[in-house]
């Protein structure tokens, strides 16, 4: 399996660890409505690091 991409990457983890405040029970969604800037640095940060693919920040989304 040449071919195969492994997607991991701790978004939340990465949020917390630059300081944008995740608490439960939305935990690192909640950056999607209050601080969507530290999701785009992360992401950024994963494809200047190498990355080919990134994912949505949608740990803990519920509708």
């Given at each position: 399996?040449?071919?195969?991409?492994l997607l991991?990457?701790?978004?939340?983890?990465?949020?917390?660890?630059?300081?944008?405040?995740c608490r439960?029970?939305?935990?690192?969604?909640?950056?999607?409505?209050?601080?969507?800037?530290?999701?785009?640095?992360?992401?950024?940060?994963?494809?200047?690091?190498?990355?080919?693919?990134?994912?949505?920040?949608?740990?803990?989304?519920?509708?």
């Amino acid at each position: 399996m040449s071919d195969a991409i492994l997607l991991d990457g701790g978004t939340g983890q990465e949020l917390a660890r630059i300081g944008e405040p995740c608490r439960l029970p939305e935990w690192s969604a909640l950056s999607l409505i209050e601080a969507p800037h530290f999701v785009s640095q992360v992401h950024a940060a994963y494809v200047q690091s190498g990355a080919d693919v990134i994912t949505t920040n949608s740990y803990r989304s519920i509708a």
